[in-house]
């Protein structure tokens, strides 16, 4: 049975565009509501336990790299069919391939700098959501 809780995380490269006000308004537009955000930086370390799961693929290190170049807002957030809904409003992975409306279609710069991460499974959001927020930072 799904879970109303899902986690995303919006990527360097749209904070340091300035997009993340625009990003949290179409989320919350979309009915979803904030349970916890923060913005911060992950250093290389911490982006290679986040990614974990990657690491033997080609891309991992780039990836950590990226995700450790600068500030990021992490947040988990609530609603009905909160992962499945969620993976809808962001758009696929690809912006190129992303519905009109989507995040990524507005705001993602390629496939590696896509602008947001979104949780794929009720696991995986759970899991996400505790590797940035304490039980205590999660209302």
Not at 5 to 27: E, N, R, W, Y
Not at 41 to 50: K, P, V
Not at 111 to 139: L, P, R
């Amino acid at each position: 049975m799904p879970t109303n809780k899902t986690f995303t995380m919006i990527k360097p490269d749209a904070v340091k565009d300035g997009h993340a006000g625009s990003i949290i308004k179409l989320i919350e537009a979309a009915g979803f509501r904030i349970v916890a955000l923060k913005k911060t930086q992950l250093t290389s370390e911490r982006a290679g336990e986040f990614y974990a799961v990657h690491k033997e693929r080609p891309f991992y290190n780039d990836l950590c790299q990226y995700m450790s170049s600068g500030a990021i807002i992490p947040m988990i957030l609530e609603k009905e069919n909160a992962v499945a809904d969620f993976r809808t409003l962001i758009g696929a992975t690809n912006p190129a391939n992303a519905e009109e409306g989507t995040i990524r279609k507005l705001y993602a710069i390629s496939m590696e700098k896509n602008a947001i991460h979104g949780s794929d499974s009720d696991e995986n959001a759970a899991i996400e959501g505790n590797f940035f927020f304490s039980h205590v930072e999660q209302f």
